[in-house]
């Protein structure tokens, strides 16, 4: 209806509401958007996965330089500890000799040792005079419990250790007892090792520690044992018969 009154009809030739207004996207428009966005986020996530491949292999560069690091540290510490024992090679460590109160000279260590290679291990005086000691002292602070300090005798020669030592054995002298010197390594491995001499011995096998090794033995079968201060474990070396000692899966401190 018009101002006047009269009726006007609703199809006129006014503009469709179908139509866009002028200004407004057409859905062409939005289309191209949408395709050009997808184009976008595409690059992206191909950027996304080259960054994420790149960083991967710097990761596993990382990884494989840090594997190279501990192996390289692991091997080092290994000619550590065999330069250290290659050092003590003619020591040996004497343990159970009283202790004088006061300051104990080295010389006095010495003649205390003698005594021992004379009395304990019945060498005569002449052999244990011809002995290549070259000094003994007491190891460590003394203890304020009044117990004795062990001694660590250096020979110039490996001969003459070996021959106290052999002797130490044969006699199996427990006290003032004879041992080899040992890195703190090696102390360790044999004292993760002894669990199994023990149970061997209990078996009724033939079993002895050897440097850092335990040696099983039936006949002429042997089983050989040795730790592993870097997995903390024990490890096999050889294995030909069963001798049924079980270690702990880990024996780390």
Do not use: C
């Not at 990382?62 to 290659?86: F, Y």
């Not at 001499?197 to 335990?214: E, G, P, T, V, Y």
């Not at 201060?229 to 780390?252: Q, Y």
């Amino acid at each position: 209806m018009d101002p006047t009154g009269n009726l006007v009809a609703s199809g006129g030739a006014g503009p469709s509401n179908s139509q866009p207004r002028r200004g407004e996207p057409t859905l062409s428009d939005i289309l191209l958007e949408i395709r050009g966005m997808r184009g976008e986020m595409k690059q992206e996530i191909t950027k996304v996965k080259s960054d994420v491949a790149h960083n991967s292999t710097e990761i596993q560069q990382m990884k494989d330089k840090h594997a190279g690091l501990e192996k390289e540290n692991r091997s080092l510490q290994d000619k550590i500890t065999q330069l250290q024992d290659h050092n003590r090679r003619n020591n040996l460590i004497v343990g159970g000799i009283p202790e004088a109160p006061g300051r104990e000279t080295w010389d006095q260590t010495e003649e205390k040792v003698k005594h021992v290679l004379s009395e304990d291990l019945h060498l005569d005086q002449q052999a244990v005079s011809n002995l290549s000691i070259e000094k003994a002292h007491r190891l460590g602070r003394r203890k304020n419990d009044g117990s004795s300090r062990v001694i660590k005798v250096q020979f110039a020669n490996w001969k003459d250790k070996d021959k106290v030592l052999r002797k130490a054995r044969e006699l199996r002298l427990e006290r003032p007892y004879i041992r080899e010197d040992y890195s703190a390594e090696v102390l360790d491995a044999r004292s993760k090792l002894k669990p199994g001499l023990l149970a061997a011995r209990a078996d009724q096998l033939q079993a002895h520690l050897s440097h850092d090794k335990l040696i099983v033995q039936r006949g002429e079968h042997k089983n050989v044992y040795t730790y592993d201060m870097h997995s903390k474990e024990i490890s096999t070396l050889s294995h030909t018969f069963e001798d049924n000692i079980t270690w702990a899966r880990n024996t780390g401190r």
